[in-house]
T-cell receptor
């Protein structure tokens, strides 16, 4: 399977704990995006990397959230001191820079439940 | 006001029906437009891009009206397998902005 992969698929944690999610993009894609989706809403943009550089961050990304893409391949999204409001599906997507559409391909997501 | 607005539905239609979804966007500088499909508990997948001249892909027709900042999707001869949430998506112009802005989605249920 050469699509975007995300791990874990599900995470249940207690309020106040830290969690880390991983995303492996499609291998030739140099752009990587994180989105968050809550029930009944469309995905909301969190942050975006081109290679290892984090080029844009949403105001939704509070200080408790940090994302890295150290070697320009996989990325991690860490949430510190989780809150119940952090419960959501965290989606990763990747795309190429070339091409007219630059279609973003999404991974299956990590569903976070904060108790 | 949300950047991308859609009627959340649900739209319940019989198999074979024609159904249309509409979407409005607030940023006149938006550059690119798309419809994504999302099945229940799955990731969004690109259904089609939307061009100013209108475009068709089989039973699906997308239209864009830049002056009115309005996007539509028409599905003809609906199939049971078309049941999903259809997300209207825009991408803005300029800088390093490459993010997609999604509407809330319109849920379609096709029935026998």
């Amino acid at each position: 399977d050469t699509g975007v992969s995300q791990n874990p698929r599900h995470k249940i944690t207690k309020r106040g704990q830290n969690v880390t999610f991983r995303c492996d993009p499609i291998s030739e894609h140099n752009r990587l995006y994180w989105y968050r989706q809550t029930l009944g809403q469309g995905p909301e943009f969190l942050t975006y990397f081109q290679n290892e550089a984090q080029l844009e961050k949403s105001r939704l990304l509070s200080d408790r959230f940090s994302a890295e893409r150290p070697k320009g391949s996989f990325s991690t999204l860490e949430i510190q001191r989780t809150e119940q409001g952090d419960s959501a599906m965290y989606l990763c997507a990747s795309s190429k820079t070339s091409g007219s559409i630059n279609e973003q391909f999404f991974g299956p997501g990590t569903r976070l439940t904060v108790l | 006001r949300k950047e991308v607005e859609q009627d959340p539905g649900p739209f319940n239609v019989p198999e074979g029906a024609t159904v249309a979804f509409n979407c409005t966007y607030s940023n006149s500088a938006s550059q690119s437009f798309f419809w994504y499909r999302q099945d229940c508990r799955k990731e969004p997948k690109l259904l089609m891009s939307v061009y100013s001249s209108g475009n068709e892909d089989g039973r699906f027709t997308a239209q864009l009206n830049r002056a009115s900042q309005y996007i539509s999707l028409l599905i003809r001869d609906s199939k049971l397998s078309d049941s999903a949430t259809y997300l209207c998506v825009v991408k803005d112009r300029g800088g390093t902005a490459s993010k997609l802005t999604f509407g809330t989605g319109t849920r379609l249920q096709v029935t026998l």
